[in-house]
């Protein structure tokens, strides 16, 4: 998959096009598009789907090691848990993947 892909489907995530990100990821499962075939089920409120692909990212780019893509996934993963009101896990999952995405730079997600 080519990295420009990739990123038109993470702009078409922060447009609220779900369906559009899925489309330009389809049939790929490596790291990248397995986060955001993760966080496009997530706005389409499919959940447990959501939750799979975005523990199977985490394993996958924690492989190619892409410590800041997998904390991103990590990020996402807590906040599908606070949505669902787990709050226990949500607020160490949340505190850990703040504390990771801060250790690696990324301050725009660690809020």
């Given at each position: 998959m080519r990295g420009s892909e990739i990123q038109e489907a993470a702009q078409a995530l922060d447009a609220g096009d779900a369906l559009r990100a899925?489309?330009?990821?389809e049939g790929r499962n490596d790291g990248h598009p397995l986060a955001i075939r993760g966080v496009a089920l997530a706005q389409l409120e499919e959940l447990g789907a959501a939750r799979q692909h975005?523990?199977?990212?985490?394993?996958e780019?924690?492989?190619?090691?892409a410590p800041l893509h997998?904390?991103?996934a990590a990020?996402?993963?807590a906040e599908i848990a606070a949505g669902e009101r787990e709050l226990s896990v949500a607020?160490?999952?949340l505190a850990e993947a703040a504390d990771e995405l801060e250790s690696l730079g990324d301050?725009?997600?660690t809020a």
């Amino acid at each position: 998959m080519r990295g420009s892909e990739i990123q038109e489907a993470a702009q078409a995530l922060d447009a609220g096009d779900a369906l559009r990100a899925l489309s330009l990821i389809e049939g790929r499962n490596d790291g990248h598009p397995l986060a955001i075939r993760g966080v496009a089920l997530a706005q389409l409120e499919e959940l447990g789907a959501a939750r799979q692909h975005l523990r199977r990212a985490m394993i996958e780019l924690g492989r190619m090691g892409a410590p800041l893509h997998r904390a991103r996934a990590a990020a996402a993963l807590a906040e599908i848990a606070a949505g669902e009101r787990e709050l226990s896990v949500a607020v160490t999952a949340l505190a850990e993947a703040a504390d990771e995405l801060e250790s690696l730079g990324d301050h725009a997600n660690t809020a």
